[in-house]
């Protein structure tokens, strides 16, 4: 029989909450952390709004040394750190100088330190290359926020990132899942991270994907699955989950928070109907199904979704697509949740700390609410009932939950947690 | 400064050959002509499309237009009123 995979830790890094605690409470209130940024419009920005966590020289220096930090200009390595930390501490684990050949990372990024490139890329084109100094390489190598990662905790099975746009997050917790069913690792430290601000942002921008329609009503801008849903707020982030084997945990006494399923990770080939950033919807539904028939569970089984949906005007065929796979539709649709209403689309970073509120929900048994869908949008009231859509928070006991996200480049994952009974 | 609208046509006509993947509608494309439904442009390069018409014509296209410039009509119109206000 498979090794069972249960988590025991948790760490999260978002606009509307750092800590897990603040995390929580915010999501449970729906408080949202998009503010507007005047920097960006003076740039020239559309779209002025985001989600930016902020974080404190004092909460920093809690993390990192005085000389980790000096030279550092890194959201992505900060807020990894911070969340991955976290999930470490939470999972009653302590630092040691022993090396823990039994536990690695897969933490992944979209892109490590955009910042620091900037900065470097400044330097060099002053010929300046001598005052890049001996960090630059570290905090610009995309896997530089594991690599941060295993030497502040010592870890010596895989340290690894990851990177499949804003699927990252969802991929790097189903890697960790197989490395512990496979027998590698006991424990592995997984979640995802983004950088944010205009040098991340400014692509998306310029495809106009991002909404330019709130740039004076910053907490009403994230608006998936509203009938006005104008485009994503981009946000940044991380979160992170201690995932291990059930018998590590049990032998070590650890609270679990929940348990991993199993899950799926496919892509869509960028063929039939799929492209760079449009999903191919069969791969979707394949996605959705595989990770059901992974998990050993019924469609029937899930109690909650929590979705991908980012507030671009085609959240009804993720919808769809969900409906589609499950065979289940109207009142019999699972409730759907999305947290980008309430922090953005955290990229990278944003399968990480949706599947950290995913598993606050199932360990305390509520669904957070999704805001800004006053107006749920008629294409998805045609196909799932609009109690499914909760707009306020729920406190009812939750099973399983169902969890997906998707990409660039045609890629898609879907993950199932459940709740762990002793 | 004027361009007739045959011309003008013709000019869009070029700009957005690059990214047309229905070569039959573009052979036939027309004032009717719809970019994603006719010429199958993927929904993402349009943005490249108002680039390039940016640069041809060296005007400034806003969001709230580039949003209409799905079609040849429209997109006529708004680089029409550009040019004009130029």
Known sequence: ?422 | MTIPKDQLIKELKDIVKPYIQNQEAYDNLSENTDFINDLKINSANLVDVILDIEDKYEIDIDNDSMESMINVKNSLEVILSKIKAV
Not at chain 1, 161 to 180: P, V
Not at chain 1, 257 to 271: F, M, S, T, V
Request: glycine share 12%; hydrophobic share 40%.
């Open chain 1, 1 to 422: 029989m498979n090794k069972r995979v249960v988590i025991t830790g948790l760490g999260v890094v978002a606009s509307n909450g750092i800590g897990v605690e603040a995390f929580k409470k915010a999501i449970k209130q729906g408080r949202s952390g998009i503010k507007y940024f005047p920097y960006l419009k003076e740039l020239g920005f559309s779209c002025c709004i985001g989600g930016i966590p902020e974080i404190s020289e004092e909460l920093k220096r809690e993390y990192l040394s005085e000389l980790q930090l000096r030279n550092f200009n890194s959201n992505s390595i900060l807020y990894g750190c911070i969340a991955g930390m976290d999930a470490w501490h939470s999972a009653g684990l302590t630092i040691d100088e022993e090396v823990d050949y039994n536990t690695g990372t897969v933490f992944g990024t979209g892109t490590s330190s955009v910042d620091k490139f900037r900065e470097s890329i400044i330097k060099i084109d002053d010929h300046k290359v001598k005052r890049l100094g001996s960090t630059a390489v570290a905090q610009t190598m995309v896997s530089g926020v594991s690599a941060y990662l295993g030497g502040l905790l010592g870890l010596g099975n895989q340290v690894t990132t990851n990177s499949s746009a804003c699927t990252t997050g969802t991929e790097a917790i189903m890697m960790g899942y197989d490395r512990i069913v496979a027998g590698h690792a006991d424990r592995m430290l997984v979640g995802s991270c983004s950088d944010d601000g205009a040098y991340l942002w400014g692509g998306f921008d310029a495809m106009r994907v991002l909404t330019y329609k709130h740039n004076d009503s910053p907490t009403i801008g994230s608006r998936p699955m509203s009938a006005t849903a104008s485009g994503f707020v981009p946000g940044g982030g991380a979160g992170a989950l201690m995932l291990e084997s059930l018998e590590s945990a049990l032998a070590r006494d650890a609270t679990i928070y929940g348990e991993l399923l199993g899950g799926h990770i496919n892509a869509g080939g960028q063929r039939n109907g799929g492209s760079m950033t449009i999903p191919n919807d069969h791969a979707v539904q394949q996605c959705i199904k595989k990770a059901i028939q992974n998990a050993g569970i019924k469609p029937t089984d899930i109690d909650t979704i929590n979705g991908h949906l980012t507030a671009t005007k085609n959240d009804h065929v993720e919808i769809r697509n969900w409906t589609e796979a499950l065979d289940l539709s109207g009142d019999k649709f699972p409730p759907i949740n999305t947290l980008k209403s309430m922090v953005g689309h955290c990229l990278s970073a944003a399968g990480a700390i949706e599947s950290v509120a995913c598993v606050l929900q199932l360990n305390e048994d509520f669904i957070f609410p999704n805001v800004n869908c006053e107006d749920i949008s008629q294409e998805i009231l045609a196909l799932v009932h609009q109690d499914q859509i909760p707009r306020q928070l729920i406190n009812r006991k939750i099973n399983i939950i169902a969890k997906a996200s998707f990409g660039f480049g045609d890629v898609n994952g879907c993950i199932i947690f459940k709740k762990y009974l002793s």
